[in-house]
């Protein structure tokens, strides 16, 4: 081709990567590779093995081992005998390791960044520019919290063993992603890639090898779900997953009970909103990278698109333009846009998929580009005329393919973002910042890119709400989820409490007007009836009658579950707001502290000095509730771009809160104060054997002006309302505390919405003891993190 020719085509040659380091590595491992278990190369005699292909091209690049139970509990075994002494190196120790491996990933970039192409599929562009050089950082970043662990995370100990399963999108960076937190925090790994990547977890097992990581700490096995599964019930005390939505619920009720730590980082259906005050261009070109970047295999793909009606006509003109010069090749091409698919298995889900939103009546249109004859491709598609119950507008698609409807109004546009069970991320177009960040917090997504998208860093916290799974990855909060308060590993076991047998009401004397004995709830700012008409006598600490309360059932539960949503508004009401109701409310029990001392008496039998204490120590507790309200708050990460990530602290939303017996007074004020503080809308279940301390409290809400549906209260058997609640879709987060209970049971109840759960069954908490259950500590348990990042531009 001449140059004259060459400028009137502008086409592009082909610009292919050298692979020779990559094939030299595979050549000399002869394509075979076993199981990286106590810092040595297992290659089990006869074990089953799976294929590693390269999708652009679908040549086999190697035999990967599938490693059994027994393989996997040899490698668990070797990063439990391994962990003590990783702990005991102390953050400083643990940083020098990190740092080596950051180091080495930096000096091995181009290898790993060849391998990872070639696994994968993915244009060699991205995983050399971003995949590789974020995994650096990300062990750099985690250097640095291994160093500071002493300063910045006082009075709390590694778990111990995490066994950690990823997907195929982002091989090495999931890796990263898991491994630097838990190693930064004193853990040691088990680690299992996707099966359809397993390369560059290997390749990094070499590179623990040469930074002289002590044996056992960073274990690699390879297979597909059934070795994954294994993983998941080894014996580990943490377990960290990406991956799709199904497979994590499957985890979580597979180790419901158990005690494990789980963070799950799954499915997403972001949308991409653009309202029509936005940059046009900046907005398609942001679309190229949301929807086309990785195939659109993204957890965090912008896939669908809202679209402000004015601005659609000329917006899908210029998309499809824009599509049209996308350009589909071979992965090592330096030239390309887009990459192959992972694996037929995923391409053809993503055409099934397509089809069945055709037939559903979207209207589909494919970019014409050519697709190489080789290998597994899926042009780019743009799916328009899509109700909201399309399935390409409701189900994660995974591949290439962009959704689109159109909005109206601003309202509008955060209504139709927020119809979805996902809750990953989202992304907004306006010039208008003022816009910009009104919608923002308005969007339940865990990250918010405002005029960009797809932006990470290993300082700001990435993960989601809803149905995307919970728990942080990255910054402060991504190493707090490999992290427990040491106090907590070492409560002793909660004495029970004896309900008593049912006891009968005295007869009203003959004679005496009878006192109204009718118990209620308090639901929606209201002493209510329980739908039942039922009640339970409370006994006195000698067995004796105390009074009645409410004995709740399901539909008290959904009332005051409806109550507490409508109440919602209460996240946005000011800290200041917050502050001022707790201590009224704190001021109102301290008139009538007598009172709650003379009730504290009878009920539990304590002597007057315990009753005074409980009482005052709750009058505290409101107190400490109010005054961190106004100071629990975000921070602003400055990650390397010309901008800002802002970390709010979000309420988790309707929160259930299942109070022990112990304590009653106490322990229901501080679990109730914290809640509140923190934004969230509460339905408490107090204690069950001491309930009539909570039905007096009822007047003290109603005098502190604490909005109705607030702080809702339902009496009643503890057991059977916990499940209630945890069954229920509406209540966002649990919390449980008391007796010995059926944990498996409210876990996997639980996981239908994916509640945020804080069990702590059968655990002697000193509700006393704010040092350790501190203020700080309460609220982090009823917050979510979402991070919305705002660049500057140049
Ligand atoms: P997947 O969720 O099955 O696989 C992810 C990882 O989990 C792999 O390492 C796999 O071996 C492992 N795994 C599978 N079953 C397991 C089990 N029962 N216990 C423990 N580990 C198990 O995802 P898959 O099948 O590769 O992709 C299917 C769909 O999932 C995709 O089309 C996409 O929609 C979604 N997905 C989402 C990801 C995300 O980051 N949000 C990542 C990968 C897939």
Redesign the pocket.
């Known amino acids: 081709m001449t140059v004259r020719e060459q400028f009137e085509t502008m086409d592009y040659g082909p610009a292919p990567e050298a692979r020779d380091k990559a094939d030299a590595w595979l050549t000399d491992r002869a394509r075979r590779f076993g199981l990286f278990i106590g810092g040595a190369w297992v290659l089990p005699d006869g074990a089953d093995t799976l294929p590693s292909h390269a999708p652009a091209t679908g040549e086999k690049l190697a035999d990967i081992t599938i490693a059994d139970k027994g393989q996997v509990d040899a490698a668990v075994a070797a990063a439990r005998a391994a962990q003590g002494t990783w702990a005991a190196l102390g953050g400083h120790g643990r940083a020098r390791y990190l740092y080596a491996l950051a180091r080495l990933v930096q000096k091995h970039s181009r290898l790993l960044a060849v391998i990872e192409s070639l696994d994968n599929g993915k244009p060699i562009r991205e995983s050399r520019d971003i995949d590789i050089p974020l995994a650096a950082r990300h062990f750099y970043h985690h250097a640095g919290w291994a160093q500071l662990m002493d300063e910045e995370f006082p009075g709390f100990e590694p778990l111990g063993v995490a066994g950690q ?5 982002f091989p090495l960076l999931m890796l990263a992603w898991k491994v630097a937190p838990a190693l930064a925090a004193g853990n040691t790994v088990v680690l ?4 359809f990547t397993s390369l560059s977890a290997l390749k990094f097992a070499e590179l623990a090898e040469e930074a002289g990581l002590p044996p056992g700490v960073l274990n690699i096995v390879t297979g ?2 059934e070795t ?2 294994h993983v ?1 019930g080894a014996d580990v005390d943490k377990v960290a997953f ?3 939505t199904e ?1 994590g619920k ?2 979580r009720r597979a180790i419901a009970g158990t005690g494990k730590k789980l963070t799950l ?4 259906k972001s949308p991409f909103i653009v309202f029509e005050d936005a940059d046009i261009d900046g907005a398609i070109e942001g679309l190229v990278d949301a929807i086309w970047f990785n195939q659109g295999q993204v ?1 965090c793909a912008g896939s669908r698109l809202l679209v402000q009606e004015g601005i659609a006509d000329r917006f899908y003109t210029k998309l499809k333009h824009r599509m049209s010069m996308l350009r589909v090749g071979d992965s090592l091409d330096k030239c390309v846009d887009i990459g192959a698919v992972v694996d037929a298995v ?1 391409r053809d ?1 993503i055409a099934s998929l397509v089809q069945q939103g055709e037939n559903e009546g979207a209207t589909v249109w494919q970019a014409p580009c050519e697709l190489p004859g080789d290998g597994i491709f899926y042009p780019p598609t743009l799916a328009t005329d899509v109700g909201t119950d399309n399935v390409l507008i409701r189900e ?1 698609v ?1 591949g290439p393919v962009l959704a689109s409807m159109t909005f109206r109004t601003q309202a509008e546009a955060v209504a139709l973002a927020n119809n979805t069970r996902y809750g990953l991320a989202a992304s907004v177009w306006s010039e208008s910042l003022s816009r910009a960040l009104e919608v923002a917090p308005a969007l339940k997504a865990g990250v918010v890119w405002i005029n960009g998208t797809n932006m990470f860093d290993a300082a700001v916290g990435f993960g989601g709400y809803r149905e995307s799974g919970f728990g942080r990855e990255g910054g402060r909060e991504g190493m707090a989820a490999y992290l427990r308060p040491a106090f907590e590993a070492r409560l002793k076991p909660v004495k029970s409490v004896d309900i008593p047998a049912r006891i009968e009401p005295p007869r009203a004397v003959t004679g005496m007007i009878p006192v109204d004995r009718t118990a209620k709830h308090y639901i929606g700012g209201k002493q209510a009836r329980p739908d039942g008409g039922n009640s339970m006598v409370v006994a006195d600490a000698k067995g004796r009658f105390a009074g009645v309360v409410g004995e709740g059932n399901r539909k008290d539960i959904r009332n005051a579950v409806e109550a507490a949503y409508k109440a919602r508004g209460w996240a946005a009401s000011t800290s200041h707001l917050k502050a001022q109701i707790l201590y009224y409310i704190a001021e109102n029990l301290g008139y009538r502290s007598d009172e709650f001392e003379a009730r504290l008496r009878t009920l539990t039998g304590a002597d007057a000095g315990a009753a005074k204490d409980e009482v005052q120590a709750s009058i505290d507790r409101l107190f400490r509730a109010a005054a961190v309200a106004d100071k629990h708050e975000g921070t602003v990460h400055e990650p390397p771009m010309r901008g800002v990530a802002i970390a709010m602290k979000e309420a988790v939303g309707v929160l259930g809160i299942v109070c022990p017996e112990e304590a009653p007074l106490l322990a229901f004020v501080t679990l109730m104060g914290h809640a509140v503080a923190a934004g969230n809308t509460a339905i408490l279940l107090p204690s069950e054997r001491y309930g009539l301390i909570a039905t007096d409290f009822y007047q003290l809400l109603e005098t502190s002006d604490v909005p109705g549906g607030v702080v809702n209260i339902v009496t009643g058997p503890k057991q059977a309302l916990a499940m209630e609640l945890a069954r229920h879709l509406g209540v966002d987060g649990l919390w449980y505390f008391g007796a010995e209970t059926d944990e498996a049971a409210i876990e996997t109840a639980a996981t239908d919405n994916m509640k945020r759960t804080w069990l702590a069954c059968g655990k002697a908490y000193d509700w006393a003891d704010t040092s350790r259950l501190s203020s700080r500590l309460l609220m982090d348990r009823g917050i979510e993190i979402k991070n919305i990042w705002v660049p500057y531009g140049d």
């Open positions: 399963v990823i997907p195929w999108n299992k890639p996707a099966e597909a779900g994954g599964a998941v990406t991956g799709s497979v499957i985890i980082e799954l499915g997403g957890c995923q889900r994660e995974f």
